[in-house]
């Protein structure tokens, strides 16, 4: 392993690519077969000797200390010491102060911003100052209810800087689950800003805060609106240097019972995993224009548009409004106007895009494009063409990514430049073992992207990581077919049945309710809530429709927008008690 604190980062693209592939040869079958054999090859070898083949993807990370063991009995970096602001920001304000490290747009059009390196550095500082002024320490959570801005990511990194978790909130979500989110973690400060906007429409940010302090009470932590921060008298602000069991965030998603999970990553081995994943699997080149059009919300916009493209000193565009607004070809525009190399966004955006035509795409030069990325849910034969032939022009391949916000970063991937099958998530990255046990997606083996823990649950060690989704094999390659839980799908969030079963259980002219997932064109699954009334309701089938969609909204979000309410008099159950959902999927669909 090499200390690499003097090295240009350019260079360190270039050097430290040990696996590195062509450029793409997609139509060129004798290749692209050579090549999977060299994967097979690959693949076998570093599975076999895991701790050799992560020896080999540490060398781009500055050490302040150097690991002296990269693997040991589920331990991994052994004690190694480094900082995920000192690798994805204060090394490159060094070595390329001058290049834009995100380049800004907003929901507004007329808006554009961007920040270098040096630049962003000293935003992270001013920030660093000020959570330091309000006690903020290692290992305290800070939550967030921020939009996809530069402020938001600069807040993020000096959370890292300073060995505080972050616990991004998407700004979305409603009073109840920001709230519920905060009283888990116990976050010690919640940083937002006073309005922002989604689709031309103002949100006042404000109203949902203080709800959320009617709601928590004493709990409440104190609030910082970022729209206005003081700069830093001049102090020095010590980087605080995290070992390989250190914390970084938390961030939470839907869990298989219904209730939200906290999933809690830890420094070290997720910088290594995001790095390496981001390298090898998007192979991008140090002058690439890279834009991920993720929220930071989501655990994409955690690990491939906050930390990895950072980690490699790419310059990213970042966007916090909807692709739709003001027109349908907000995301095309940006495309051309900045020579977007790699792309990465998700199905339902693109079914969304796809209905309104290919003018809005082929109107716009996109010759930049040389990488199209997918992620959250499987891309389904329509999309994928669209993508492929409208979007990439038949240039570019698609790489869908599959992973999760437990697995930190890439499980599965078409490995660059290997044979391409449309609608296929591709194969297990180097390392990981990946195998379908009773046609469920498992993993084998350790690897460094695996959450540390689950907040607030006392886990027992399994070592063979069930994912939840069903897959097989198509051509030696892993499809992923669905999941085998009530976990839903919806414009690539992930929801559970239960959560909506909750919410409704709390109106009283509900008896009870169940909801099911149906295949969506655009969303990609929608639901369907079943709800038996009590029999005193006097309310109209019409006023409780909108009375559910209110609580559902309030409770939940907007995403959780029921597709159709269907009441019933009682719902289909099992002798033993059991409701019988395949019943209610079927039901739903014909009606
Ligand atoms: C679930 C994870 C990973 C970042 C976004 C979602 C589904 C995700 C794919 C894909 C098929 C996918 C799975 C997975 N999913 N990517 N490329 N193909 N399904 O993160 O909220 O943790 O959700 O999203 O069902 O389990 P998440």
Known sequence: MLHLTGDIVVEVLNTC??????????????????????????HKASVENVKQFWSTQTDCIYWQSLPTDVYDNGYWLINGKSNLYYNCVARHAI???DKVAFINYYDDPSMRKTITYRELDILVKKVVYLLIQKGIQKGDVVAFFMPTRIISIASMLACAYIGALHMVVFSGFSADVLAQRIKDSNAKLLLTLPTIRRGGKEIDLVKTINEVSKKLADNMPEVLYMNDIPDVPNVSLNI???????EAFILYTSGTSGKF?????????????????????????????????????????????VYAPLFWGLTSVIFDGTPLYPTP?????????????????????????????DEYVTKHNLSSLRV??????????????????????????????????????????PLRNMSQQPCVAGRPFYGVNVSIIDNQLVINNA????????????????????????????????KITGRIDDVINVSGHRLCTADFERVLSTMPEIIESATVAIPHEITGQTIVVFAVLASD?????????????????????????????????DLPKTTTGKIERHKLRELALNN
């Not at 040869?25 to 290749?31: A, E, F, P, R, T």
């Not at 339902?348 to 895009?353: M, V, Y």
């Not at 199209?372 to 240039?395: C, D, M």
């Open 261 to 305: 999970k906290g999933v809690v990553h830890a420094t070290l081995p997720y910088m290594l995993y995001v790095s390496s994943t981001f390298k090898n699997i998007f192979a991008p080149k140090p002058d690439d224009v890279y834009f991920c059009t993720s929220d930071i919300g989501w655990i994409t916009g955690h690990s491939y548009l």
């Open 95 to 97: 070595q390329t102060p």
């Open 537 to 569: 309701t006097i309310s109209t089938h019409e006023e409780l429709n909108i009375k559910i969609q209110q609580q559902l909204r309030k409770s939940i979000g907007a995403i959780a927008k029921p597709h159709k309410i269907i009441y019933l008099d």
């Open 240 to 246: 605080e240097w995290l070992n390989n069991q250190d």
């Open 372 to 413: 199209l990325g997918s992620v959250g849910e499987p891309i389904n034969e329509t999309a994928w063409n669209w993508y492929f032939h409208i979007v990439g022009q038949k240039r570019c391949p698609i790489i869908d990514t599959w992973w999760q916000t437990e697995t930190g970063g890439f499980i599965l991937a």
């Open 17 to 42: 690519a040990m696996y590195r592939f062509d450029e793409p040869m997609i139509d060129d079958l004798v290749n692209a077969w050579e090549r999977d054999s060299l994967y097979q090859k690959w």
């Open 329 to 357: 070809e907000r995301y095309w525009e940006i495309i051309e106007r900045e020579k977007v190399n790699i792309f990465y966004t998700a199905p339902t955006a693109i079914r969304s895009l796809k209905t309104y035509g």
């Open 447 to 478: 690897w460094p992207g695996k959450y540390k823990r689950i907040l607030n649950q006392n886990g027992m060690y399994n070592s063979v990581y069930k994912s939840g989704d069903t897959a097989k094999l198509v051509n030696g390659e892993i």
